[in-house]
């Protein structure tokens, strides 16, 4: 499974990046996006994001 972070949703708070077992969420200008070929799709960030601005493609 790959995720997504929805730009537009995200606050920038780092708690899915803090999470990553495998470091494939980077911040990018103020937001977070998950490099899909290091994501292993175990969807801690997606249950981790306060917001809810991670989700499945």
């Known amino acids: 499974m790959e ?3 929805d ?3 995200c606050v920038g708070c ?3 990046a ?3 077992c495998v470091s494939a969420i980077e911040e ?6 998950i490099n899909t ?3 292993v799709g175990c ?3 997606e249950s981790t994001c306060p ?3 991670i989700s499945q493609k």
Not at 28 to 33: F, T, V
């Open 18 to 20: 803090g999470n990553c």
């Open 51 to 53: 917001v809810n601005a």
């Open 14 to 16: 780092g708690a899915c």
């Open 43 to 45: 969807g801690v960030c």
């Open 28 to 33: 990018k200008d103020g937001k977070y996006e």
């Open 37 to 39: 070929e290091a994501c």
């Open 7 to 9: 730009k537009s949703v």
């Open 3 to 5: 995720y997504q972070v």
